[in-house]
């Protein structure tokens, strides 16, 4: 078992448009995914492997999704992506023909060795639908995934959060079958987090035992109406991403979640002076 950490970044819901265009006329998609890189590209370490959980295109067009290469091309870290509810599966294949999906056709699902750590990114994209859903062929290869290997750690990524968050127009649209989920999860002692996105704001719960996460947007934010006093809205709230750190250790060892303000900001600054006091 390696005695180093291993550095997990997660971005998700990028909404990319076509070259020109704002996401409800308002969001500029594209030059929130230059910052994000950007913010990525700067992280000492840097990190091993980046998932996008989904949400890649807006639409969903070619056009988008040739955008999206372009903007994707700086980073300097190997990544890969699974559907949202916004996207396409024929054309993320088409945009991403290298990626080592488990079936030719179908759910994009996928397993990452990433040195001692296993990525298992899902597929919970409904074609055409917003909600999510994990069909019969996603339940068995995940289950038949897991299986294989049970000394190596994993996490797991989907789209849709198999929990409520209180936002309520979301919250119809989560996981429908979450509990077929949890049976697999509580089965494999390997899985050491759940991270997903859809919701465009970070949240933390407990599902099946396991830490379960949604990831933040670089871009737009879901607003908070846990009164439901308000249609469906969006806000410009800082833009953020999360940083997934497994360490080994006993078991399948640990995970810890940050989560990173994409910008420049000022700092660092030291706390302590050449003489050794606290400034």
Wanted: net charge negative.
């Amino acid at each position: 078992m390696s005695t180093w950490p291993v550095h997990i970044a997660q971005i998700s819901d990028l909404h990319v448009k076509a070259q020109g265009s704002l996401a409800y006329g308002r969001v500029d998609t594209a030059g929130a995914l230059e910052r994000c890189v950007a913010t990525l590209n700067e992280l000492a370490p840097r990190p091993d492997f980046v998932v996008i959980s989904g949400d890649l295109a807006d639409t969903p067009t070619p056009e988008e999704y040739q955008h999206l290469l372009r903007l994707l091309r700086p980073l300097q870290c190997p990544f890969a992506g699974i559907p949202g509810n916004h996207d396409s599966r024929e054309m993320m294949r088409a945009a991403f023909p290298d990626a080592a999906y488990a079936s030719r056709s179908g759910p994009l699902n996928h397993c990452i060795e990433v040195g001692h750590l296993d990525l298992v990114l899902l597929d919970s994209s409904v074609p055409h639908m917003p909600h999510g859903e994990l069909d019969a062929a996603t339940l068995h290869w995940l289950e038949a995934t897991l299986a294989l290997a049970q000394d190596r750690p994993a996490l797991l990524f989907l789209h849709h959060p198999p929990f409520k968050t209180g936002i309520w127009h979301m919250d119809r649209q989560n996981l429908v079958n979450a509990g077929e989920l949890a049976e697999i999860v509580r089965r494999h002692p390997r899985v050491k987090l759940i991270a997903t996105g859809h919701v465009h704001r970070a949240a933390l719960t407990m599902f099946a035992g396991v830490p379960t996460t949604i990831c933040p947007a670089p871009n737009h934010a879901v607003d908070l109406d846990l009164a439901e006093l308000r249609e469906p809205s969006f806000k410009a709230e800082p833009p953020a991403f999360h940083l997934h750190t497994w360490f080994p250790g006993e078991g399948f060892g640990s995970v810890v979640t940050h989560q990173i303000p994409i910008g420049s900001f000022d700092g660092p600054h030291p706390f302590f002076g050449p003489n050794g006091k606290l400034l």
